[in-house]
């Protein structure tokens, strides 16, 4: 899986921010972090899979999520989403 792929949700001057992780900028812009998620999720889905990590309003992360088809090597035994 390469890491260039990986995307992150974030909350940035009000707005829920969809970004790859290795862009400048952001990929789109939502109202609310579900929306984002959506998003960042058909992304990934749409560039082969890959890590999704999401952050709450404090900026600490919130969760992480493999898209497949991505290959997380250490798969939980519970699924989060």
């Known amino acids: ?10 909350r940035r ?3 829920w921010i969809n970004k790859r992780n290795d862009a400048d ?4 812009k939502h109202d ?3 929306e984002a998620i959506k998003a960042a999720k058909e992304n990934l889905g ?3 899979g890959g890590e999704l990590i ?11 999520d493999t898209i497949p088809p991505g290959n ?4 939980p035994k519970d ?3």
């Open 46 to 48: 749409k560039q082969g």
């Open 13 to 15: 001057d009000g707005e």
């Open 79 to 81: 699924r989060e989403h």
């Open 25 to 28: 900028r952001a990929s789109s």
């Open 72 to 75: 997380d090597p250490n798969p």
């Open 54 to 64: 999401v952050k709450g309003r404090d900026g600490q992360i919130r969760g992480k």
């Open 1 to 10: 899986m390469s890491k260039d792929r990986d995307r992150t949700v974030f």
């Open 32 to 34: 609310t972090q579900a």
